[in-house]
C-alpha cells in the first residue's frame, strides 16, 4: 500500500515517453530578494500543465491490458482531471471525470481536449459520491484518486529525482501543498536519493489544514476553505500523512504574498505559473531567516490559469 | 567591419558566463496544430527578458579596459536599452541609455534597475540625435547600436549555436525581424555550422519594411510603422541587410495573426513572451505548407511586457 523508492524509480521508466523533462529556471534579481539560491522546477511546463501528469501517467501505463480496457475515472475540477485525461489519452484507454457543473468550462474543454468524457454532478460532496459510484458501476474503471494512491505519489516522487539532476548540492526542496501529493512523492523519493536534504512544504493562510495537523500530530480536514491557490484546498488523507508528518516544516502565507510571489514569478522567470505555483516563493520571501545562503529547490506545481482574470487586474 | 564565424565563437566563450543558456520547449498540441515539430528557444527567459543581452553582453566584455573605464551608450527605448545596462553593470561600467521622455515607466526603471543612466530627450529623431550627441561628447562612451554593429550580431549569433545543440536535425530556422540583428546573426552562424539549414524571417504586416527591402534588393526604410509587435518597428541598416538578403524568405502576418498566436504561446507553452516573440509561430501558422512535415526552430526573442495591458484584454 505504502510506495517504495524502487515504486519511484519504475514509475520514472514507465512515464519517462509521455513527459516533459521540464527546465529548471533560475533569477538573480529573485536570488537578491531572498538571499538564496533557488532553482525553479518547472512543472507548469508539464504535460497537460502540471506535474499531476507524472502521478497520473504512472498510474494509467501501470495497469494490465485488462485493467486498461475498462479505463479509468476519477472526481476532479482541477488539474488531476486533466492530467488523468492526457495519460488515458496517450495510452488510448477510456477516462471518465466527474466534476461539478459549476467548474470552469475550461476544464471541462481541456478533459474532452484529451479524448475524456466529463460527467457533471452537483456542486457538493454527496452529489459527487453519488454520480460517480454510478460511473464506477457502469464502466468497471479503475479509479485514480488525485493523490492518496501509492502510484500517484510513486509518479510524483520523480519530479524530484529529475529536480537533483538539474540542480548540484541543494540544501532544501520546498513544495505547495493541498492534499499532499508532491510533498509525499518528494519525501519518497529523496529519502534514498538525498536523505540528508530539508523538505518544506508551503501552504495559504486560508487553507492551513495541512500546516494545523503537522502541529497537532494529526490530520485535521477544513470545510471548504477559500484561495486563490484553488489546487490547494484539499485535505490530507492516510497515505500523503504518513510521508508528509516527517518534512521539516509547512510554513503559511496570505492571499496578498501569493499574489506578489506570482507576478514575481511572471515578471522575472518570464513563465505563466498558477497561484498555487507561487506559495513556496511567497514562503521563501517571508522566512529569509530559514533559506538564506541555501540552494533551494522550489516546485512549480502548474501552469492553468485563465490568462484573462489575472490577480493583478487589467490596469495600472 | 563584417563579422566572421570566429567572431560568434568568441562571443559564445566571452558572455557564457554572464548569460543563461535558454531552454528548448516543445508543444504537441501546437505541433498538430502546424503539422511541424517546432522547438521553441525560449529567449524571453535571457537575462533582462531578451536575447539582445547576447549582442550587448559581447560588446560590453569585448571593450579594452581603458574604453570599458568610458563606458557605453546607446539609444533605445526597448530591450536593447535594458540589456545594454545589463552587461554594462554586469562589468561594472558606467552606461547611458537615451529614451524618449515618453517611453513606458517600466522601461525607465529597468534601465536604472541595471544602474544605468537614463536621460531623456523628445520624441523625434532630430531630438535624440541631439541629445545623443551631447552623451557621447560628455563621456566618450562608447556607442553599441541595438544591431548595426559587429560586435551586437555576432552576439546575437550564439543563439542559433546553441539551438543548435539542443535540437537535432533541424530543417529550418525561423527569428522575428526588425532591424535584422537576430537574423543577421543566425546566418553567420548558421552559414558555417549548419550551411544547409533554412533560415526564414517573420514580420507583421504593418511594418513589413524588412519583407519589401527583400523583394526589392535594396532597403527600404518606413516612417513610424505601428505594430504591437513594438520591437520590430525599425528599419534594416547596411551591415544587417548584408546578411538578411541571403534567407530564403520573409513572411508577414496580421496584428490579429501575432495576438492570437500570443496567445496559444502563453497558453501551451506556459511562458511570458511579448508580441514580436509571436511572429514566427503566426507565420507558421499561416504558411502550413511551407514548414509541414519539418522540424523547426522557432526562436522567441523576449518577454518583456506590461502583464497589466495584455492584448487579448481582461475578460472572456
Chains 1, 2 share one sequence.
Not at 530578494?33 to 499531476?52: D, H, I, P, R
Not at 518570464?270 to 517571508?286: C, G, M, Q
Amino acid at each position: 500500500m505504502i510506495p517504495t523508492f524502487d515504486d519511484v524509480l519504475a514509475a520514472e521508466a514507465r512515464i519517462r515517453p509521455h513527459i516533459h523533462r521540464t527546465p529548471v529556471l533560475t533569477s538573480r534579481m529573485i536570488d537578491e530578494m531572498t538571499g538564496a539560491s533557488l532553482f525553479f522546477k518547472c512543472e507548469n511546463m508539464q504535460k497537460a500543465g502540471a506535474f499531476k501528469a507524472r502521478g497520473a501517467t504512472n498510474a494509467v501505463f501501470g495497469l494490465s491490458d485488462a485493467q486498461a480496457a475498462r479505463g479509468v475515472a476519477t472526481h476532479s475540477s482541477g488539474n488531476h482531471g486533466t492530467c488523468l485525461a492526457y495519460a488515458a489519452g496517450r495510452r488510448g484507454v477510456p477516462c471518465t471525470v466527474v466534476m461539478p457543473h459549476t467548474a470552469p468550462q475550461a476544464k471541462k474543454d481541456a478533459v474532452r481536449g484529451y479524448g475524456a468524457r466529463v460527467v457533471e454532478c452537483e456542486p457538493s460532496t454527496s452529489s459527487r459520491e453519488a454520480v460517480f459510484a454510478e460511473v464506477m458501476d457502469g464502466t468497471g474503471a479503475e479509479f485514480v484518486h488525485p493523490y492518496n494512491d501509492p502510484r500517484v505519489i510513486a509518479g510524483q516522487g520523480t519530479c524530484a529525482l529529475e529536480l537533483e539532476t538539474q540542480a548540484d548540492g541543494l540544501d532544501a526542496v520546498i513544495a505547495p501543498i493541498g492534499g499532499g501529493g508532491m510533498v509525499s512523492g518528494t519525501v519518497l523519493a529523496l529519502s534514498e536519493a538525498a536523505p540528508d536534504r530539508r523538505i518544506f512544504a508551503a501552504e495559504p493562510e486560508q487553507a492551513d489544514d495541512a500546516a494545523r495537523s503537522f502541529r497537532a500530530g494529526h490530520i485535521i480536514a477544513d470545510d471548504a476553505p477559500d484561495t486563490i491557490a484553488d489546487g490547494l484546498k484539499v485535505p490530507l488523507k492516510e497515505l500523503t500523512w504518513h510521508f508528509v508528518r516527517r518534512i521539516d516544516d509547512i510554513l503559511t502565507v496570505s492571499e496578498a504574498e501569493i499574489v506578489a510571489a506570482m507576478e514575481l514569478i511572471w515578471k522575472r522567470l518570464k513563465i505563466v505559473a498558477e497561484p498555487s505555483s507561487a506559495v513556496p516563493l511567497a514562503a521563501i520571501l517571508k522566512n529569509r531567516d530559514i533559506f538564506a545562503g541555501q540552494r533551494v529547490g522550489v516546485i512549480l506545481t502548474g501552469g492553468n490559469v485563465d490568462l484573462r482574470k489575472l490577480p493583478w487586474g487589467g490596469k495600472e
